[in-house]
C-alpha cells in the first residue's frame, strides 16, 4: 500500500512539473496593435480622373520609402528618437560594421545633424489649389442649347513645395509626402503636368442668351505638421553597435502637394461676360 502511494505521488509530481514546465515555455500572447487610423480623403463628384486622357504622361510617383536591412533595422531598433528618413535609412542600408569582438574597442561616430521623422497633424485638400484652363462659350445669340466640353488649350506644369524655409528641405518633402499619401489614399507628387489637347466628354450645358464658362484646376493637399530634427551618433563598445540622438529638436511645417491627374471643373451660365 505504501509503494501504491509512493507511485502516485511521484506520477503527480512529474505531471504537475510537466505542467509547468510547458506552461514557462509557452510565450504569453502579447495584444494585437492596433490598426493605424487613416483619414481617407473624399473626391466631391466635381473632381475627375484624367490618366488616361492625359497627353502628357506623368510618370508614377513611387514614394520614397525604403525599407532597412536587417541590421539596418536592428540599429534604429536602438535610437532614443524613431527615424523613418529613407535617406538616412539608406545611408544604414549601405554601410557595414563588422562586429567581431575587439578588446576595449568604444568610438562614437557623428553621421551629421538629419531630419528623423516627420508626424502629420492635418491632411485637407483643396480642390481649386490653380486654375489651369478656361472653356468659353458665347450662346447669347442662340435659339437652342449648346454644349460645350473640357479641352485643355496650352500645357501647364502645376508646382507644389513647402510654404517656408526648414532644414534639409528635400528630406522634410519626402517624409511628408508619404504621410499625406497614406493619410489621403490619393496619387500625390510635387509636381503635376496637364498636357495641351487633354480631354474629357462630359458635357456641359449653355442657354440661349447666356454665355458658359468650364474652369478647370488642379486640386492639391494641404499637409501640416511637424518634424524632428536631431544630431545622429553611432555608437560602438565591444561587439554592441547602437545609434544614439543629441540636441533633438522639433519644428512646424507645411507643404502644398498636387493630386496628380486629377482635375475639378466649375461650370458657370451667365447673361453678362466675366
Sequence with gaps: M???RIITIIILFFITGTAVL?????????????????????????????????TYPNSTQDQPYLQPSE????????????????NLIKILNESTVNSAPTIGLRATIYLGEWPLNYSSTETSPNW??????????DN???TANHQIHYVQESQKAVKGGLTAKVPHAEDVQKMMLIKATEKSNLPLAFQ?????????????????RRMG?????????????KVTYGEVYLVMKGTKRSIVVKNVTSQGVGAWIPIQDHVHFGFMATETPR
Design 213 to 225: 464658362y468650364l474652369y478647370a484646376y488642379a486640386p492639391a493637399i494641404n499637409e501640416k505638421g
Design 22 to 54: 510547458h506552461a514557462e515555455k509557452e510565450p504569453k500572447k502579447q495584444p494585437a496593435p492596433a490598426a493605424p487610423s487613416r483619414s481617407e480623403v473624399k473626391v466631391p463628384n466635381s473632381v475627375l480622373t484624367i490618366t488616361k486622357e492625359n
Design 128 to 137: 481649386e489649389f490653380q486654375k489651369i484652363n478656361t472653356n468659353y462659350f
Design 140 to 142: 447669347r445669340g442662340g
Design 71 to 86: 541590421w539596418a533595422q536592428k540599429l534604429i531598433e536602438t535610437s532614443n528618437v524613431d527615424i523613418e528618413n529613407p
Design 2 to 4: 505504501k509503494a501504491i
Design 192 to 208: 503635376t503636368i496637364v498636357g495641351a489637347g487633354t480631354k474629357k466628354d462630359q458635357v456641359y450645358n449653355i442657354s440661349p
